[in-house]
Structures are given as C-alpha cells and as structure tokens.
C-alpha cells in the first residue's frame, strides 16, 4: 500500500485522475496516454472494453488511434495487443505457442479442457444458430443432444441460458457467452467463418440445411451477434 493510501480514511474518495493532460505538450500528452491505456489492459484478466478505456484518457482521445501506436511498437514483441470478446487484450503470438508449450506443457489460453468432437460440434451448433434449444440441437444431429454435454459447455463459460422459445412449454434456449469469443479469439460472431469455408473443413453440410435438417428460421446467423450480445450485457 501507497504512503497515499495509508493515509486515506476508509471513507475516504481517492484522487480524481487528470485525463486531460493540458498541462503537457501534445506529442507528451499522447504518450501518457498511450501508457495509461497499455497499463490498464496488461493489468486485467479478461478484455478490457472502450469504456473502460476512456476513464484514463481525455474525452477527445481517439482509442483506435492510441491502440494502432500501441500495436506498432509491439511488432518486434513476442506478444500483441488484439481486438478480443468486445475489448482489447495481450495476448501471445502465435508463433511462439510450440516453445510456451515446450516450458509449460500448454500454451497460454488452453487451461481450459480440451472439447471433444461431439462438444465442440454442438457448440459450433450454437453459435451459429443461437438461441437455440437442447430439443432444436437434437432434431439438427439427428440423436439426442445430453445434458451432461451442455453442462460440460455451461460449466466451461462458453455458453449460457438464453431466452426462453415460444415453442410449446417455454424450453430455455441456449448462447454462446463472451467467454466464447475470448477463447476463439473472436471480437464479435460476425468473424465466425463463413458457411463455405466450414463445408470445405468438412464440419457442416449445406446439403443438410437446404433439406431441412435443422428447424425452420434458424438456417442463418443473421442478427445473432445482436441476440448475444444483449444476453451478455
């Protein structure tokens, strides 16, 4: 604890913080900012949003610009700073994932158990036809979808309960969270690969879509970024 701290009373509000800087030249004024907003995002645990952002800068700061100054001192770095789940975080490139594998035995992001083919088919499943139900997830793969599997994805962060379908008794539908994005590495779900590019990987079938394979009204990912978005705020 700071001698400042130490003297606070309980009570008592800590300094306001100058975001201004007027007092300093403008090339000066841009690099305290630059510090601030670098700090604050290697201080946190999860991606730091643009709100939180701008409680260090001042009011006419551009975040974008300072984050693109942030980015090209840290190109010889062996770490970046990327657009990640609705914020900006550092994390390591990956061309150093085969050496942090070496020393650790995972590299940095894969604490997380590893998905099996099954789990990692039904979340693809949700993500791009969220909200979507276990009785709707089922009907898709042709068998039943277990609540043990989506307990295994609920516990993991990377989906929650979403709202509840009009269909006959109100089941719960289920979306995929921020921790989600994170994991993937995504900003938003409108980088989810495209339909194509799954069907070259083999993981989905037009063919399945086009027959009707899954229910009516959910063979887009339109507005889904949306719909998951407000389950997260």
């Known amino acids: 604890m700071s001698e400042a701290s130490a003297r606070r009373k309980p009570n008592e509000q800590p300094v306001l913080l100058d975001t201004e800087l ?5 090339e000066l004024r841009w690099r305290e900012w630059m510090g601030r907003v670098e700090a604050v995002i290697f201080a946190a645990n999860e991606p730091v949003t643009r709100s939180v952002l701008a409680r260090v800068v001042g009011k006419n700061c551009n ?10 001192e840290l190109a010889g770095r062996p770490y970046e700073l990327v657009a990640v789940a609705g914020g900006w975080q550092h ?7 085969d050496a942090i594998r070496s020393a ?20 693809m499943c949700i993500a791009y036809f969220q909200p979507i139900t276990r009785g709707e997830l089922s009907s898709f793969f042709g068998k039943e979808v277990s609540r043990d599997l989506i307990g295994v994805l609920r516990g993991q962060g990377l989906i ?13 539908t289920y979306v995929t969270t921020k921790t989600f994005l994170s994991q993937f590495g995504l900003d938003t779900l409108r980088q989810l690969p495209d339909f194509e590019a799954l069907e070259d990987a083999g993981l989905l079938s037009k063919e399945k879509l086009l027959a009707g394979g899954i229910p009516a009204g959910l063979a887009t990912a339109e507005g889904s970024d949306d719909v998951v978005e407000d389950q997260m705020s």
């Open 22 to 26: 007027d007092h300093l030249p403008a």
């Open 63 to 72: 975040i974008e610009l300072i984050i693109d100054d942030i980015r090209t």
């Open 91 to 97: 994390r390591t490139k990956k061309i150093f994932g």
């Open 104 to 123: 650790f035995g995972t590299a940095a992001g894969e604490g997380a158990k590893e998905l099996s083919q099954a789990e990692a088919l039904v979340l």
């Open 160 to 172: 929650a309960s979403g709202p509840r379908s009009p269909q006959p008794g109100a089941p719960y």
